[in-house]
């Protein structure tokens, strides 16, 4: 299997506060004959950093490390020329800039066939559906949400939920929604929902929504765990649990939802792609 750049295994959504356990959970089976590489004849775009230093030519980026100048890993991009990228910066022997750029892929090198364009000039517009719905998913009570508890409305409470949340076989994650105001706490479980609630009643005093999911966080952890071992060129990988589901990232997805639906259940992972193909 094929690694650049960092793995995360950690939730997409930074704001979500997903709970995990020990405990491991029954799952289906690794997955088998997954994609391994594209089609070498098929054109890819994408809008990344690349970036050479002293220690490699120019590579796309899968991940930039906030210091200056950056740093990042990713896999090799053949035919660049720094000439021909517009904007570029350069500081203690490093170069980078941020493209959208237009080639091939064969699993492990990206090779240039147009010169590379801008990429803030370029940057597609991100689909509402792509991003995570923090919306409640409880509707209100007929005077809207409240505040019934104040001592208990408060960051000591919200940790203390976290907790209950973490400890539970069938939790499967919590998360604020700031839409509304006063915020609305909101837990997950699969089992008993109302046993569920009445035990955060206890700690938690402000709107709270307790909702059903299909699969616990411990489920999903479990999946994420096969993924990072199975998939090639793997990104990112982790929960999110607004959307009760796997969220993986990789280069190319050549056929690789349609393993994993087959594989897992459809929706149950959800592929996003870097690159995408040129039609």
């Given at each position: 299997?094929?690694?650049?750049?960092?793995?995360?295994?950690?939730?997409?959504?930074?704001?979500?506060?997903?709970?995990?356990?020990?405990?491991?959970?029954?799952?289906?089976?690794?997955?088998?004959?997954?994609?391994?590489?594209?089609?070498?004849?098929?054109?890819?775009?994408?809008?990344?950093?690349?970036?050479?230093?002293?220690?490699?030519?120019?590579?796309?980026?899968?991940?930039?490390?906030?210091?200056?100048?950056?740093?990042?890993?990713?896999?090799?991009?053949?035919?660049?020329?720094?000439?021909?990228?517009?904007?570029?910066?350069?500081?203690?022997?490093?170069?980078?800039?941020?493209?959208?750029?237009?080639?091939?892929?064969?699993?492990?090198?990206?090779?240039?066939?147009?010169?590379?364009?801008?990429?803030?000039?370029?940057?597609?517009?991100?689909?509402?559906?792509?991003?995570?719905?923090?919306?409640?998913?409880?509707?209100?009570?007929?005077?809207?949400?409240?505040?019934?508890?104040?001592?208990?409305?408060?960051?000591?409470?919200?940790?203390?939920?976290?907790?209950?949340?973490?400890?539970?076989?069938?939790?499967?994650?919590?998360?604020?929604?700031?839409?509304v105001q006063p915020t609305v706490l909101?837990?997950?479980?699969?089992?008993?929902?109302?046993?569920?609630?009445?035990?955060?009643?206890?700690?938690?005093?402000?709107?709270?929504?307790?909702?059903?999911?299909?699969?616990?966080?411990?489920?999903?952890?479990?999946?994420?765990?096969?993924?990072?071992?199975?998939?090639?060129?793997?990104?990112?990988?982790?929960?999110?649990?607004?959307?009760?589901?796997?969220?993986?990232?990789?280069?190319?997805?050549?056929?690789?939802?349609?393993?994993?639906?087959?594989?897992?259940g459809e929706g149950v992972v959800v592929?996003?792609?870097?690159?995408?193909?040129?039609?």
């Open positions: 299997m094929r690694h650049f750049g960092w793995i995360v295994a950690a939730p997409v959504a930074a704001l979500l506060l997903a709970a995990c356990g020990d405990e491991e959970a029954p799952v289906s089976a690794s997955p088998s004959d997954l994609p391994s590489s594209a089609d070498p004849g098929q054109l890819y775009t994408g809008i990344f950093t690349v970036l050479e230093s002293p220690e490699h030519g120019p590579q796309l980026c899968s991940m930039v490390a906030e210091s200056y100048p950056p740093q990042c890993g990713g896999p090799d991009i053949a035919g660049w020329n720094w000439d021909d990228a517009p904007d570029a910066e350069s500081a203690s022997g490093v170069t980078w800039g941020f493209y959208s750029v237009t080639g091939t892929w064969d699993g492990s090198t990206f090779t240039l066939t147009e010169p590379p364009l801008p990429g803030a000039a370029t940057s597609p517009v991100v689909p509402d559906d792509a991003a995570p719905d923090f919306t409640s998913p409880c509707e209100p009570s007929a005077g809207g949400w409240a505040v019934t508890d104040p001592a208990t409305a408060t960051d000591a409470a919200l940790n203390a939920v976290n907790a209950y949340v973490d400890e539970q076989a069938d939790g499967a994650g919590m998360w604020v929604d700031s839409s909101n837990a997950r479980f699969t089992g008993d929902l109302d046993a569920h609630e009445a035990e955060l009643r206890g700690l938690w005093g402000g709107p709270l929504c307790v909702s059903a999911a299909d699969r616990s966080t411990r489920d999903l952890t479990a999946i994420q765990d096969e993924l990072t071992a199975a998939v090639p060129d793997l990104l990112s990988v982790g929960p999110e649990v607004t959307a009760n589901a796997v969220q993986l990232s990789v280069f190319v997805d050549d056929g690789l939802q349609a393993e994993l639906d087959a594989q897992y592929v996003s792609a870097t690159l995408r193909p040129v039609e």
